[in-house]
């Protein structure tokens, strides 16, 4: 009986709001039995929510591919097919008619994909061989529409994390730092004496600039106004270049850290200002070694699965939450749209979150009528 009520606990903390979960009990002798029934959530009402224009650019890939693979089109890419449907319709349902070759979406698709993986796990409760399976029928499409030309790059390629081990259980976790904890990780690279002043350079950039990782991969020293705390002409992406900008504290540690390139490192010639050494030659730091270190900042806060991404979240979120500018933590987050940062960038609040800050608006209304 004592696991019956934990498994009802579980499922209730699921908060399954979309997919209905159905129990049947049978009482054979003293034990409870459950059967658990899962609703199907993709049915055919809901095609109601793709948009057509996404559907027909789907159907000119598969059509292509059939072409060159007949063995397999009644297989594979029956699969695929089935599995991208499913995608249009969860896109439609939470992003309305966005198109799939829009710069609203080719800029937002790691947040996009991520949220639709949470989906699949959260509510759909789908394996992780069965999501990679979705990523990859998403992803295939993305390969295609390159070769044709009809976008310039890969929107979410390399920058996704791949469920690994099909069989175990893997949540996709979002986070937004407190201030608190993010003074928490500064005290402890600044003290902790096997932190590198890297470490904590990558750490006040990503944070302060709230760039995408693509761009903190490109930072060269060429490329470095120390006068105006920032980084020029980075390439953030195909066909976009940005600035990363910085604030007085990660100033400071740059400044030591040519001081230490000058004197402690000879012949050192590379132009990326974060490096890392292989057999023996210095050179740029690459994308795992940057998620790598990122990844250390969450353990000393207690959070294992910390990704570049949630550092520019946190960053963004906090911007608006201490000011309560929206636009300002778009501009900073070089968003087109305000209702993109608010969508993918801030976090949502609680029923409770909501009525404090009514009654704190209503009180300081209150007291300057009088």
Excluded at 134 to 158: L, N
Excluded at 304 to 318: A, E, F, I, M, T
């Amino acid at each position: 009986m004592e696991n019956i009520y934990k498994f009802i606990k579980n499922i209730i903390k699921k908060q399954f709001s979309v997919v209905t979960i159905l129990l049947l009990f049978n009482l054979k002798g003293s034990d409870l039995v459950a059967h658990v029934t899962r609703v199907k959530y993709f049915t055919k009402d809901k095609e109601k929510f793709i948009n057509p224009d996404n559907l027909k650019k789907y159907k000119k890939y598969l059509q292509s591919n059939i072409i060159k693979n007949q063995d397999v089109k009644d297989t594979t890419y029956k699969r695929y097919e089935g599995l991208f449907r499913h995608f249009l319709i969860w896109l439609g349902e939470n992003y309305g008619d966005l198109d799939l070759y829009s710069d609203e979406f080719m800029e937002n698709a790691v947040d996009i994909m991520e949220n639709y993986i949470m989906f699949c796990q959260e509510t759909l409760l789908n394996h992780k061989k069965i999501i990679n399976m979705k990523i990859s029928a998403v992803s295939s499409f993305y390969i295609w529409s390159m070769k044709r030309g009809f976008v310039k790059y890969h929107p979410f390629d390399g920058k996704l994390d791949r469920m690994k081990k099909a069989n175990d259980e893997h949540i996709l976790n979002s986070y937004f730092l407190t201030e608190e904890q993010v003074q928490t990780i500064r005290r402890e690279l600044s003290e902790n004496d096997k932190y590198s002043i890297q470490d904590q350079i990558l750490f006040e950039v990503s944070f302060d600039s709230a760039n995408r990782i693509g761009a903190l991969l490109k930072l060269q020293l060429s490329k470095l106004d120390l006068e105006h705390n920032m980084f020029v002409d980075i390439r953030e992406k195909e066909g976009y270049h940005t600035q990363v900008v910085f604030g007085s504290v990660a100033k400071e540690l740059i400044q030591e850290w040519l001081e230490m390139r000058k004197n402690d490192y000879d012949h050192l010639e590379c132009d990326s200002l974060l490096i890392t050494k292989y057999n023996g030659e210095y050179k740029p730091m690459g994308d795992s070694a940057i998620r790598d270190r990122m990844k250390k900042y969450g353990e000393i806060i207690g959070i294992s699965d910390y990704r570049p991404h949630c550092q520019r979240k946190s960053r963004l979120n906090l911007v608006y939450e201490e000011t309560g500018d929206l636009a300002l933590a778009a501009e900073l987050a070089n968003h087109k749209s305000t209702e993109t940062t608010r969508s993918f960038y801030c976090k949502p609040k609680t029923k409770a979150e909501v009525m404090e800050k009514i009654n704190a608006l209503k009180e300081k209304n209150e007291a300057e009528s009088k």
